[in-house]
Structure formats: C-alpha cells, structure tokens
Nanobody, 121 residues
Framework: QVQLVESGGGLVQPGGSLRLSCEAS????????MGWHRQSPGKQRELVAR???????NYAASVKGRFTISRDNAKNTVYLQMNSLKPEDTAVYYC???????????????WGQGTQVTVSS
C-alpha cells in the first residue's frame, strides 16, 4: 500500500508564510508527477501547483509568484512554500502523486488526507 502524509498546515496571519510537506511511503517503485490541490468550503477542489519527476513546474494563476513547489526524490517528499498568504488561500490542502507501485504496474493516482491552512488576522 502507498500512503501520502501531509504536514505543516496551521493558522497564519495575512502576509505570512507556511511550508507544507508531503511524504510518500509504502510500496513505491517510482514517482512521476506530484502536486498540491486545495479545497475551500462550497468550492471545487483546484490545482495549486504541480511538479514532474524532472522538476518541471506549473502553478495556478492565483498563486504564481507567491508559492513554490519543490521535491526531494531521495525522500519521496514534495513541498509547498507559501509566502505572502492571503485570506483567500484558506483551504484544506491535499497532496497528490502519480506512483508506480511495481516495475510492471501502471502509474496510480494517490491522495493525502489533507491539511488545513487558515489565513486570518
């Protein structure tokens, strides 16, 4: 089995920073793309940022220039550095990864349990 475990969420004031981490563990042969999504009450889950195994990144327009996604392939971990946070960034943030559990298997999509980020004064 594969698990994704997020950490680093919390309460922060507007203009502040947080760093989210997500570690993948379990039966893993290789990890392709990893990313972060978020969902706030009454809204659909949206892509925040994504990074491929070779390090190519893309971001939602609303976070470009403020958030940075990175990964440590040796640790099977993806990070999201969030700066200049705004109240509208408040949401549950979910980690997502395309993982090949075994050499002969296809990539499967896995999700973490989510971590709450609240931006408020």
């Amino acid at each position: 089995q594969v698990q994704l475990v997020e950490s680093g969420g919390g309460l922060v004031q507007p203009g502040g920073s947080l760093r989210l981490s997500c570690e993948a563990s379990g039966s893993i042969f290789s990890i392709n793309a990893m990313g972060w999504h978020r969902q706030s009450p009454g809204k659909q889950r949206e892509l925040v940022a994504r990074i491929t195994s070779s390090g190519n990144t893309n971001y939602a327009a609303s976070v470009k220039g403020r958030f940075t996604i990175s990964r440590d392939n040796a640790k099977n971990t993806v990070y999201l550095q969030m700066n200049s946070l705004k109240p509208e960034d408040t949401a549950v943030y979910y980690c997502n990864a395309d993982i090949k559990p075994r050499l002969w298997s296809a990539d499967l999509n896995y999700w973490g349990q989510g971590t709450q980020v609240t931006v408020s004064s």
